[in-house]
């Protein structure tokens, strides 16, 4: 079975700082990765998604993750923070072998002071 | 804009009673997906169908049911409603069947927000 630990329920920046969101997996086989954001009292929106092609994804808004293998990693980075990118963040994982279902982590919620 | 809609936006009904939501998914999209989103068990996959079919099976209780009507909308039933069931429920609807596959990105709607009193 797959699994996704979200390592900071909370996360607190100023704006125009950087923004590191934590997400570790497990699987025993190869996985897809994705992040999600969803903003208060909305559906969810893909932010990115990773590709065997390159271990670094970019994604909308200038957020950008690193595949880590050897760390079983999937780190969400942003170099600059903006106000409107308040909003929890869920990283998730799908495996083939397991029917392709999405497993949630608990998410991170972001918290932009100006 | 994800072009999936819900109905209805909030419920509020009462413990024992049953409930029905509905999903419109994106236009030309076959698959249709519901989750379940709670302060205590976070997002979880309910069920998936696939152009009319069940496709696949997550955390679904035996008191909830699903079906996805010829013209591709979806209704998710619940029954027997108790205090717990009180949940943010989303759909979501992909192009192709596999639910995790590259390529194949689900969209997702804004929710029905269930109240069980």
């Known amino acids: 079975a797959q699994s996704v630990t979200q390592l900071d329920s909370h996360v607190s920046v100023s704006e125009g700082t950087p923004v590191l969101l934590r997400c570790n997996y497990s699987?025993?086989?190869?996985?897809?990765l994705f992040w999600y954001v969803q903003h208060p009292n909305k559906g969810l929106q893909l932010l990115l998604k990773?590709?065997?092609?390159?271990?670094l994804v970019k994604g909308i808004n200038g957020f950008e993750a690193e595949f880590k293998k050897s760390e079983t990693s999937f780190h969400l980075t942003k170099p600059s923070a903006h106000m409107s990118d308040a909003a929890e963040y869920f990283c998730?994982?799908?495996?083939?072998?397991?029917?392709?279902?999405?497993?949630f982590g608990g998410g991170t919620r972001v918290l932009v002071k100006p | 804009d994800s072009g999936v809609t819900q109905t209805p936006k909030h419920l509020i009904t009462a413990t024992g009673q049953r409930v029905t939501l509905r999903c419109s998914p994106r236009?030309?999209?076959?698959?249709v997906y519901w989750y379940q989103q709670s302060l205590d068990q976070g997002l979880q996959f309910l069920i998936q169908?696939?152009?009319?079919?069940?496709?696949a099976k997550g955390n679904i209780l035996e008191r909830f049911s699903a079906q996805q009507f010829p013209d591709l909308h979806s209704e998710l039933n619940l029954s027997s409603l108790e205090l717990g069931d009180s949940a943010l429920y989303f759909c979501?609807?992909?192009?192709?069947?596999?639910?995790?596959?590259?390529?194949?990105?689900?969209?997702f709607g804004p929710g029905t927000r269930l109240t069980v009193l």
């Open positions: 979501a609807s992909s192009v192709e069947g596999l639910a995790g596959a590259l390529g194949n990105e689900q969209f």
């Open positions: 699987s025993s086989y190869s996985p897809s």
């Open positions: 990773y590709t065997s092609a390159a271990t």
């Open positions: 998730v994982v799908s495996v083939r072998a397991a029917g392709n279902k999405l497993t």
């Open positions: 236009s030309g999209d076959l698959s």
């Open positions: 169908y696939y152009n009319g079919e069940e496709r």
